[in-house]
């Protein structure tokens, strides 16, 4: 089946301590990318991926980090979250060019205490 | 940057009503997508156009890309409980090699049986 997975889905630590979110899509999709949903701002980019070893800063990348060593995986990095780093984060992938429709994962929810 | 204003931010509506929520932009954009995200889930593409006074369906869903490039609505006929979810519009334009999608902060719709 098609998909883009993500892990963990549920995530409660504490300021400071270095976290990891991975994401894993089997579509061979070129374009890859990182968003976080909080209440009345909607869906807001924080990093993406054009292809391997290539990434890009989204509209909210203060405070992650992202990789692209492999085509299918793009691990979301919070080296010292802190609490304004509470929300909803999704993964999503596409094919290269603007015509391809994006997937989404199941999103992952992570608390910062 | 590019902004999209999406209409109305949330709607409580009876069952079999019909229903209507759009987008705007002070931008042109290629492409139109409408998702529907559901509680605990990602969104999922209902709808995309890729045409400047395209109309489609799906179902009970229909959506337009306005003619101006600049706007988008979609209508839901005979609402349905399992209707109820987010609903993100969202534009893609031209950016670098890849192509940007900006979403809008969503419309939340209850349904009441």
Not at chain 1, 34 to 62: A, F
Not at chain 2, 17 to 30: A, G, Q, R
Request: hydrophobic fraction near 30%.
């Amino acid at each position: 089946e098609a998909q883009v997975t993500q892990n963990p889905r549920y995530l409660i630590t504490v300021t400071g301590k270095k976290l990891t979110v991975t994401c894993s899509q089997n579509m061979n999709h070129e374009y890859m990318s990182w968003y976080r949903q909080d209440p009345g701002l909607g869906l807001r980019q924080i990093y993406y991926s054009m292809n391997v070893e290539v990434t890009d800063k989204g509209d909210v990348p203060e405070g992650y980090k992202v990789s692209r060593k492999e085509k299918r995986n793009f691990p979301l990095i919070l080296e010292s979250p802190s609490p304004n780093q509470t929300s909803l984060y999704f993964c999503a992938s596409r094919l290269a060019g603007l015509y391809n429709e994006q997937f989404f994962g199941p999103g992952t929810r992570l608390t910062v205490l | 940057g590019q902004q999209l204003n999406q209409s109305p931010q949330s709607m409580f509506i009876q069952e079999g009503e019909d229903v209507s929520m759009n987008c705007t932009s002070s931008s042109i954009f290629n492409t139109w997508l409408w998702y529907k995200q559901d509680p605990g889930e990602g969104p999922v593409l209902l709808i995309a156009l890729y045409k400047a006074g395209e109309l489609t369906s799906n179902g009970r869903l229909t959506a337009q890309f306005g003619i101006t490039r600049k706007d988008s609505f979609l209508n839901i006929s005979a609402s349905i409980p399992s209707d109820v979810g987010i609903y993100f519009c969202a534009g893609g334009s031209y950016g670098g090699s890849q192509g940007n999608l900006i979403f809008g902060k969503g419309t939340k719709l209850s349904v009441k049986p």
